[in-house]
């Protein structure tokens, strides 16, 4: 299938840059996402998702975190979305870390989304509680994503698609701000359920102590389940994490 080649061409060229990238700059890692979304819609209001991801501390290589989460949404409307998740999230030795952590989430969220022709919009408003080797700490996050579809208006079946977005991280203690994300991917939608994405992200961390900044090649797969009868409407393609 042309698609399908095309598509390893350009993922081939994406890990190609990131191994160049790790030969003068060891700072570079992988994120692997793999999600399963139930959607809601105007008959099925209620919907949600299941995700696990790994990460590495060099390109495909140095696996030290892994997570696993999962929510409940309910669409309000096709454009409010409301979700809980929980989640457990485990980092093993990493010289970003001092030791092993183990953190168990919650999280409450919600999405706005707007869909002009070819623009798709998101906005996402997230709380998180979280306990981190057993202390309780808060967090607010907020996530501004832009989809473009490249050969249709919208994200269809064989289509070709950009996703960009810049995530903001920050807690109730002084100073605030705590991470941000940039991240940007091309990706292809298959058919109705699936759809693959291989891109860049660039995190950067901020403590008192010290900061740090780390890009990721960062490859996902999605699967959508589709609910029979269920109306036709318009979806992004947004990880849940």
């Given at each position: 299938?042309?698609?399908?080649?095309?598509?390893?061409?350009?993922?081939?060229?994406?890990?190609?840059?990131?191994?160049?990238?790790?030969?003068?700059?060891?700072?570079?890692?992988?994120?692997?996402?793999?999600?399963?979304?139930?959607?809601?819609?105007?008959?099925?209001?209620?919907?949600?998702?299941?995700?696990?991801?790994?990460?590495?501390?060099?390109?495909?290589?140095?696996?030290?975190?892994?997570?696993?989460?999962?929510?409940?949404?309910?669409?309000?409307?096709?454009?409010?979305?409301?979700?809980?998740?929980?989640?457990?999230?485990?980092?093993?030795?990493?010289?970003?870390?001092?030791?092993?952590?183990?953190?168990?989430?919650?999280?409450?969220?919600?999405?706005?989304?707007?869909?002009?022709?070819?623009?798709?919009?998101?906005?996402?408003?997230?709380?998180?509680?979280?306990?981190?080797?057993?202390?309780?700490?808060?967090?607010?996050?907020?996530?501004?994503?832009?989809?473009?579809?490249?050969?249709?208006?919208?994200?269809?079946?064989?289509?070709?698609?950009?996703?960009?977005?810049?995530?903001?991280?920050?807690?109730?203690?002084?100073?605030?701000?705590?991470?941000n994300r940039a991240y940007a991917a091309l990706g292809y939608q298959?058919?109705?359920?699936?759809?693959?994405?291989?891109?860049?992200?660039?995190?950067?961390?901020?403590?008192?102590?010290?900061?740090?900044?780390?890009?990721?090649?960062?490859?996902?797969?999605?699967?959508?389940?589709?609910?029979?009868?269920?109306?036709?409407?318009?979806?992004?393609?947004?990880?849940?994490?």
């Amino acid at each position: 299938m042309p698609s399908i080649r095309y598509f390893v061409i350009a993922l081939v060229f994406i890990v190609g840059a990131g191994v160049s990238a790790k030969a003068q700059n060891n700072k570079v890692g992988t994120f692997g996402i793999a999600t399963v979304v139930l959607p809601g819609d105007s008959i099925h209001h209620w919907g949600g998702y299941a995700e696990l991801q790994s990460r590495g501390d060099k390109v495909m290589s140095d696996f030290f975190y892994y997570e696993t989460k999962a929510g409940l949404s309910y669409d309000i409307t096709k454009d409010f979305v409301a979700l809980i998740g929980t989640g457990r999230y485990v980092t093993n030795d990493n010289p970003e870390f001092l030791s092993k952590a183990t953190e168990f989430r919650l999280w409450e969220q919600m999405t706005v989304n707007q869909f002009l022709y070819r623009l798709k919009i998101e906005h996402r408003y997230r709380v998180e509680q979280r306990w981190v080797n057993g202390y309780y700490r808060n967090r607010f996050r907020y996530r501004l994503n832009v989809f473009i579809p490249l050969n249709h208006t919208k994200i269809d079946p064989k289509t070709w698609f950009i996703s960009v977005y810049d995530e903001v991280f920050l807690n109730n203690r002084v100073p605030n701000f705590e991470r941000n994300r940039a991240y940007a991917a091309l990706g292809y939608q298959f058919n109705k359920s699936i759809n693959v994405q291989a891109g860049w992200l660039n995190q950067y961390n901020y403590t008192p102590a010290y900061a740090t900044a780390k890009n990721n090649l960062v490859l996902t797969f999605m699967y959508r389940i589709n609910r029979k009868n269920a109306v036709a409407r318009e979806h992004m393609p947004s990880t849940g994490d």
